[in-house]
């Protein structure tokens, strides 16, 4: 390449013979041919691409499209060249010649040394925008992440708080009934009661709550009634501490008289202790119950954020999905219905489990967000071949055409400032296109959106 095939173009205005002869020098003249690929999206940026003559379509992957998303067809006009100023810079589009012709393909680092021997002030300028806009970017998503972080915090600490206190709850209500049982035994033993009358009133007891159900609660209260009248008529003084367990546990009048023959005397301290008995039973329950919803919570905790494995594993995307709905379940609760549709032929696979939790979250916030907390999401795995997809179908009102058009552009949302994952659709493409080697498209009609996930069964090398 000749000084001359540079000095008419309008990008080296002003430049002498001598610095462009310098930039020739150290650079290399690339023929441009259609079809073939100069560079690549995601690659480092490493060189700085001008157009001398010719074109060259610029492309994106979005989804399972490859879309232009512009030309370089003037001459002077440029791609690439990021990593002069910035050394995480990489190229934003893959480069495709479409008409013969040239470029001129300058390395970044001599890129950068022209600049500052050329241009000082240039360069600091420069270098001075690439460093500001990467240090809001990282701002502007550490922000977004903490306020994730925060609602999802707060809703873990909702379902959590739930459990607990019924817990707190049952355990004091114990300690009540517990001393209620110990001191129906004391009057018991005070009154002389024989083994055969124990015996008798423990086999009594045991009739009780075995396979009753739930009872309904206007036909619990009738019950209550009646066995608190009962207990009246046979000046029974605690009937009130009485009556409930004997209800809940299913006794009947024929049974309250049963007990009334075997106890004689003792009716009052050996209906007590039974009462004491079947609420210490039903409390353990309720604090067993509570205690392992606590345990669940944690365990889906633990799969969501993947803190106890390593980066790569072999993993059921349905756990995943599962501890994501999980930790999203404060937003999933009133109004959103939930369908799990998930095939019985899905293979465990090799991935990024904390990045894939992350993009099932983000998914799953778009769909709730859509619909506006009411409305019906439905989750479907499957296999296809030699992937596993992962449907997410919502019913909210669709996405325009122009939205999905621009869905995984970096910084592209229709959410207001504060709301949202924080992730970005461009990162969950990212994370499963260039980490998974998968694909993420979106369908939608008014009506139904439905966003598809293909992953392999082994991720290809992380880069």
Not at 11 to 30: H, K, M, N, P, R
Not at 152 to 159: N, P, Q, T, V
Not at 328 to 356: C, F, M
Request: aromatic letters at 6%; proline letters at 4%; glycine letters at 10%.
């Amino acid at each position: 390449m000749k000084v001359d095939d540079l000095r008419g173009i309008a990008l080296f205005a002003g430049l002498t013979d001598v610095q462009l002869g310098e930039l020739i020098d150290s650079s290399t003249e690339v023929p441009i041919e259609p079809g073939a690929v100069l560079f690549h999206e995601g690659e480092p940026a490493d060189f700085w691409w001008v157009l001398v003559d010719g074109a060259i379509a610029l492309h994106r992957q979005i989804g399972r499209e490859d879309t232009v998303m512009g030309k370089i067809d003037v001459p002077g006009r440029w791609a690439g060249g990021f990593r002069a100023w910035d050394e995480h810079g990489v190229y934003l589009a893959t480069g495709r010649g479409i008409a013969e012709g040239r470029v001129l393909r300058v390395p970044a680092g001599v890129l950068r040394e022209r600049v500052d021997a050329w241009f000082p002030l240039g360069g600091h300028l420069i270098k001075g925008v690439y460093g500001t806009a990467r240090a809001i970017e990282s701002t502007a998503r550490q922000r977004d992440a903490l306020i994730t972080l925060g609602t999802l915090a707060a809703g873990l600490a909702h379902e959590i708080n739930n459990p607990a206190a019924a817990a707190s709850r049952s355990v004091s209500a114990l300690d009540t009934a517990c001393n209620s049982l110990l001191s129906a035994l004391r009057r018991l033993a005070e009154g002389e009661i024989t083994a055969t009358q124990f015996s008798a009133l423990d086999a009594l007891r045991l009739e009780l709550g075995e396979g009753t159900a739930a009872p309904d609660p206007v036909d619990l209260a009738d019950a209550e009634n009646t066995i608190s009248e009962w207990l009246d008529r046979h000046d029974i003084e605690q009937d009130w501490l009485i009556a409930p367990p004997l209800a809940a546990a299913g006794a009947s009048l024929e049974w309250c008289q049963r007990a009334a023959e075997v106890l004689g005397d003792a009716l009052e301290p050996g209906l007590e202790w039974v009462a004491s008995t079947l609420a210490v039973a039903t409390l353990l329950g309720e604090v067993k119950e509570s205690t392992r919803r606590i345990s669940e919570l944690v365990a889906a905790v633990r799969s969501y954020s993947q803190m106890d494995r390593g980066s790569i594993q072999t993993i059921d995307v349905t756990e995943g999905i599962e501890s994501t709905l999980v930790m999203l379940g404060h937003k999933l609760r009133d109004g959103i219905e939930v369908i799990r549709s998930y095939g019985a032929d899905v293979p465990r696979i090799d991935a990024y489990a904390g990045e894939l939790n992350q993009v099932w979250t983000n998914l799953i916030d778009n769909a709730v967000d859509a619909m506006d907390g009411a409305g019906t999401l439905r989750i479907t795995t499957r296999t296809d071949g030699d992937r596993i997809v992962v449907d997410f179908t919502d019913t909210g009102p669709g996405m325009p055409p122009q939205v999905v058009a621009r869905a995984f552009e970096p910084f592209y949302t229709t959410k207001d400032v504060g709301k949202g994952t924080g992730l970005g659709l461009d990162i969950a493409q990212r994370i499963i296109a260039e980490h998974h080697g998968g694909t993420i498209t979106i369908h939608s009609h008014p009506g139904e959106t439905t966003v598809s996930v293909r992953l392999p069964h082994q991720p290809i090398t992380a880069g």
